[in-house]
């Protein structure tokens, strides 16, 4: 079993930044698919960035690319979204997710590919 938990979030002005964090516990997380989801009031979740366990190499949705930068620290067993630019279309409750079955070359775009998710951070970003 892994336990994911985040922290980091709060609120912030337009144009502000937030380094969200996700701690592992229970597994290491070295080879595990990471990912980033969002889920706004009355909106279904969706995905907002994966990482590769394999190079940390990381993908972005189109709404997040170029502001967003994920990242790891195997080391830490933790995972990190640094999120510069923010706007008020990014408010939502933030989660992390990890697979444990992972192929090397593989990002993760979609809920089901998950097996963990933490209890989510909560992002406001006033308009």
């Known amino acids: 079993q892994v336990q994911l938990v985040e922290s980091g979030g709060g609120l912030v002005q337009a144009g502000g930044s937030l380094r969200l964090s996700c701690a592992a516990s229970?597994?290491?997380?070295?080879?595990?698919?990471m990912g980033w989801f969002r889920q706004a009031p009355g909106k279904e979740r969706e995905f907002v960035a994966a990482?590769?366990?394999?190079?940390?190499?990381?993908y972005y949705a189109d709404s997040v690319k170029g502001r967003f930068t994920f990242s790891r620290d195997n080391a830490k067993n933790t995972v990190y979204l640094q999120m510069n630019g923010l706007k008020p279309e990014d408010t939502a409750v933030y989660y992390c997710?990890?697979?444990?079955?992972?192929?090397?070359?593989?990002?993760?775009?979609?809920?089901?590919?998950?097996?963990?998710w933490g209890q989510g951070t909560q992002v406001t970003v006033p308009s």
């Open positions: 997710a990890a697979r444990s079955s992972a192929h090397s070359t593989f990002w993760y775009a979609r809920r089901d590919d998950y097996d963990y």
């Open positions: 990482i590769r366990w394999s190079d940390g190499n990381a």
């Open positions: 229970g597994r290491t997380l070295s080879r595990y698919a």
